[in-house]
């Protein structure tokens, strides 16, 4: 059975964060979570909110989808979180990544925001990518 388009494009998007040097060498390893683990070490990314829509034209099946990366920081101030997400963003933004069952055709950063968080020491930010994908067949 074929990977769903969300969860192929979520796969390959994670494997390009994780095999990222100059990322991992912000965030430590095996810091890229999709769903962070109790006691996390900061920083760290999670795989956020993704939403899938039909892209199809009259002859070609698509999908847009729209997804989020979160980086949490407890550095002072946002340098940290600035620097994770501007190395999140040249991971990902245009790049040709390899989808199983799917082709990616192009994906796109647009936005990035850090803000604190409530608990006044933790840093979010949030980096959001479209993307849209076709089947391969």
Not at 37 to 42: I, L, N, T, V
Not at 109 to 129: P, Q, Y
């Amino acid at each position: 059975m074929p990977l769903s388009p969300e969860w192929s494009l979520q796969k390959a998007v994670f494997a390009a964060l994780a095999a990222d040097a100059s990322l991992t060498g912000l965030i430590g390893a095996s810091r890229i979570h999709d769903d962070a683990p109790q006691q996390a070490a900061f920083p760290y990314l999670t795989l956020g909110q993704s939403t899938a829509r039909d892209w199809s034209t009259a002859t070609d099946d698509g999908a847009e989808h729209v997804l989020t990366i979160h980086v949490w920081s407890r550095a002072a101030g946002k340098k940290e979180a600035h620097a994770i997400m501007r190395a999140v963003r040249q991971t990902l933004h245009d790049q040709p990544l390899t989808l199983e069952d799917h082709r990616l055709v192009n994906l796109r950063h647009e936005l990035s925001e850090a803000t604190r968080d409530t608990d006044g020491e933790t840093v979010h930010g949030i980096v959001r990518f479209r993307a849209v994908t076709e089947p391969l067949s």
